[in-house]
């Protein structure tokens, strides 16, 4: 028996399992154990599922032993707690939604079921997703792993401290603005957003649903490719999920990066930006040219107007996706004296206050007189921004930049300061504003905690850029990296 198996990424795992080195019982019981042992300090989940998840895993040994195994048969994976699953709740970290349990499961956890996957529980989030510390969950914050007083990022900051803490070997998270990249850097983690359509929505509690897409985290470039396998594809329960069928994404695997560009976009560079976090991206482009690749300078002009546009676009969606949370079919119920009175209730006790904040911007930027001077305007920005990329994507095959300006900041350092904290994502959030798909991965360290090199690709194919992107992993090998607690 091995001492200790929460260390394996998934592709050694099932190499293990398939071996007959360990099942998956043992498996499951070793990362449940590791939650019970970390948990406390690290509060990355919401609700653990262990009875559902060693059932799980006697099913999986099961199949094991028949031969009929997939990638993730018996694999014990963390759920990010707004992807409704019917064997337990799903609350969005919001009181609104305390307690409740979903009829139907999500098109990407229906697929992990039919895969033989070990549900281990729900991550912590920011109230609907909405943050960039899960410090605004209803539920109290998620710690960073590498140092409890630090944030772990945001919304998925939940599944990127589960995988960092080794209670999970992967887990699923939403981006929206840059919910999976940057608390993936901060967690010293991989964190995929695949291109928009890639992954079906049906399932996901919605924030902006033009900018919401499902993706993993996990500890290698590999796993993250072997999960995408497993929850791409079309889904004709989702209008926006694209028909084309999933290649396999880890085709393009390779280690030397001959005959590839990588752009280097000069607005990638702000005031503020921590040295240690430039100087660690900066090692992290010339490892990429020693492997082969050629660095070439880039413009994406319009970068300075994507906050902007990002805080007036996924307001507004958020704003006409949370009326649906009124008190009157599911979750909480505060009774008034009339329907108005029980609307204000519910709404004024179940939401938190970012998410009051999101609703009043949005419910502003799409009101009469000022639709036209906000919301079609940013729509507008929103069409230049994804033309810059179509532009740089003409010259190169990836862009290469920081996932964040700074490593983990203090929680409770921002929390009064929102413009502060929604610079966090000024990296991230271009990528969601042109559709195209994103990976973020370790690329050294800085005042003891994880930086993260950010590689952008072309829309829907995530083959080339998990192939760049597991180049540099493997050369580079800060992967290797584990927090020890």
């Excluded at 401290?161 to 993936?184: H, K, M, N, W, Y």
């Excluded at 100087?279 to 492997?291: M, T």
Aim: proline share 5%.
């Amino acid at each position: 028996m091995h001492s200790d198996l929460t260390r394996f990424s998934a592709a050694d795992a099932r190499a293990a399992l398939d071996a007959g080195e360990f099942s998956a019982v043992d498996l499951t019981r070793a990362h449940l154990a590791r939650i019970d042992a970390v948990d406390g300090d690290v509060h990355a989940f919401l609700h653990v599922m262990g009875d559902v998840a060693l059932a799980q895993a006697e099913a999986a040994d099961v199949r094991i032993a028949s031969g009929e195994v997939l990638p993730l048969t018996g694999i014990p994976i963390a759920l990010k707690d707004i992807l409704v699953t019917i064997d337990a709740p799903t609350t969005a970290a919001s009181k609104i939604l305390e307690g409740y349990v979903s009829p139907y499961d999500g098109t990407v956890v229906a697929r992990l079921r039919e895969q033989g996957a070990v549900f281990l529980g729900k991550t912590n989030t920011d109230e609907f997703a909405m943050g960039s510390s899960t410090e605004n969950s209803a539920f109290g914050p998620t710690h960073n792993p590498w140092n409890f007083s630090r944030a772990p990022g945001g919304s998925s900051g939940g599944s990127a401290a589960s995988v960092a803490a080794r209670e999970a070997v992967i887990a699923l998270g939403s981006d929206t603005g840059g919910s999976i990249r940057q608390p993936a850097g901060f967690c010293g983690v991989v964190g995929l957003k695949p291109t928009y359509g890639r992954v079906s929505r049906f399932g996901l509690i919605a924030f902006a649903s033009s900018l919401d897409q499902i993706g993993p985290f996990s500890r290698t470039v590999q796993d993250a490719a072997i999960m995408l396998n497993a929850i791409a594809g079309h889904d004709p329960r989702d209008s926006t999920s694209v028909p084309d069928i999933a290649p396999d994404f880890r085709a393009g695997f390779r280690t030397d990066l001959t005959g590839v560009r990588v752009g280097i976009a000069r607005e990638y560079t702000v005031a503020g930006m921590e040295p240690g976090v430039t100087n660690a991206v900066a090692a992290a482009a010339k490892q990429l040219e020693d492997l082969g690749a050629e660095l070439v300078d880039i413009s994406l002009p319009h970068t300075e107007y994507a906050l902007a546009t990002y805080y007036i676009t996924a307001p507004a969606e958020a704003s006409a996706n949370l009326a649906r949370f009124d008190g009157v079919k599911y979750g909480l119920r505060i009774d008034g004296a009339t329907l108005q009175d029980t609307y204000r209730a519910t709404r004024g006790q179940g939401f938190g206050a970012e998410v009051k904040r999101r609703i009043m911007l949005g419910t502003y930027a799409l009101s009469s007189g000022y639709y036209d001077a906000y919301y079609v305007k940013a729509q507008k920005v929103r069409t230049l921004i994804k033309q810059d990329f179509e532009e740089a994507f003409k010259q190169v095959d990836v862009i290469a930049g920081p996932t964040s300006p700074t490593v983990a900041f203090g929680l409770g350092s921002r929390m009064d300061d929102p413009y502060q904290m929604y610079l966090a994502d000024i990296f991230t959030i271009p990528a969601n504003m042109a559709g195209t798909p994103g990976v973020a991965l370790p690329c050294g360290f800085s005042e003891g905690l994880p930086v993260s090199l950010q590689l952008l690709g072309k829309a829907f194919d995530e083959q080339t850029l998990l192939g760049i992107a597991h180049a540099y992993e493997q050369a580079a090998g800060w992967h290797k990296h584990t927090a020890e607690i």
